[in-house]
């Protein structure tokens, strides 16, 4: 279900989200992925990959099927930061 149909999402509220990510993705590539490159080093890569995979689908989830809006930011957090360091 959409946010629109589950949290009577409307214009403004979708232009909030959408800056919530924008800002959220630069945050994880600015800052997140960064730091995680370097901690991981060569060796961590596949199981760095590993965890951001789990991430996407574990928030993809979470954030799909519950009914608090808090709950879908956080996860949506979760999820971008997850793609900004793939």
Known sequence: ASLKSRFAFG??????????????????QGVVARFLVKAWGRRGKVPGIMLCCAILGA????????????????????????????
Do not use: C
Request: aromatic share 20%; glycine share 6%; proline share 2%.
């Open 11 to 28: 214009p403004q509220d979708h232009a909030k989200f959408m800056s919530f990510v924008g800002v959220s993705y630069a945050f994880s």
């Open 59 to 86: 928030g993809r989830y979470i954030a799909y099927h519950t009914s608090r809006i808090e709950v879908v930011y956080a996860t949506f957090f979760l999820i971008i930061n997850a793609l900004g360091t793939l």
